[in-house]
């Protein structure tokens, strides 16, 4: 889905265009007056230079449409209205406890809340839904589970669910209770279809009982991300909390999914692929975004490129082979 922005890419992008067309006219024009001593006598460059300047004006036509699109498109809203019978699930089960609050995660230098990493974790996740089939749940457990989203997909809902506020306030103070979040997940999960959902396990591991290893049919998927350093702990409520990965591990070889330390790193391509709710990829079925992408790397490369080109095999071979032998005129040189 894009912005208003987006639905303006392409008159910008045929704006941009002329003008650069414009441009070349006038460079073409100025380029005339000097040529001689620019490609020797002829006054002509090399016969493939003629289409440098149609070339540069469609890359910068693509380039201006392909940035503008991307920076207006929003990859968690969805192009078509949702169906009404949601064929997939993805259900979140969240970690809020008071530890989440700990900055120790996150790839860069200056560390993030592991609430904040969670969200932005999950948002990987749902950049990659079918969203027109897939409904989103988020359960989030700290001293007892409660469900704050239901079945939605509403990006906005999902967001501000994910947005690291400190929601362990919303419950009374205790033990983060795994078990009964796991309890609540399998709750809500039993009613839909088999193998239809994904379970994402949110979590720093920072909890004090061992989870059941039962999960309904309908989980076909479950996912185990640990957030936080798991080599130094920080202190929380006058006790150390780290990474349990060594737990996180087992938990998720007993729910039959995989572990991933998402503290630094979201999850790898590969898994988020077999996914079962994941928008299929089917041959040459290309979406805007990947019509975006590849308009944008044309477009800029082919203006990055064509002048260092123009620069090394712009002019005829004999004259850059007379100049480069030191027989071109001084004058040669001096107008490069």
Known sequence: MVSALGD??????????????????????????????????????????????????????LAAWGLLFLASWDPVEIDR?????????????LDVSPSMQLKDAGAQEVKISRAARAGEVVQAVLDRLDMERTRITIVAFYSKALPIVQDTFDKEVVR?????????????????????????????ARVWPADSSTLLIVTDGD??????????????????????DSQRGMVVNGHSSRQDSMGLRQLALRLGGIYHDGNRKHLPSDVIAGLTMVAPRVGGNWSLRDLAIL????????????TPVLLFVGKPRAFARAGRAGIAPVAVETSL
């Open 8 to 61: 303006l890419a392409v008159p910008i992008a045929i704006a941009c265009a002329i003008l650069v067309a414009i441009g070349e006219w006038l460079h073409g024009r100025r380029t005339r007056r000097v040529a001689r001593l620019a490609f020797g006598p002829t006054g002509r460059a090399s016969r493939w230079t003629i289409i440098v300047g149609p070339a540069r004006t469609i890359a910068a036509g």
């Open 81 to 93: 209205a949702p169906a009404k019978i949601a064929s997939n699930h993805l259900l979140v089960l």
């Open 160 to 188: 501000n669910a994910l947005d690291g506020l400190p929601m362990y306030v919303a419950f009374e103070p205790g033990p983060t209770d795994l078990v009964a979040g796991l309890a609540k997940a399998n709750e809500i």
């Open 207 to 228: 909890v004090t009982a061992t989870a059941s290893a039962s999960t309904p049919a309908s989980i076909a998927d479950t996912i185990v991300v640990g957030l936080g």
């Open 295 to 306: 308009s944008t790397a044309i477009g800029c490369s082919t203006l990055a490129l064509t």
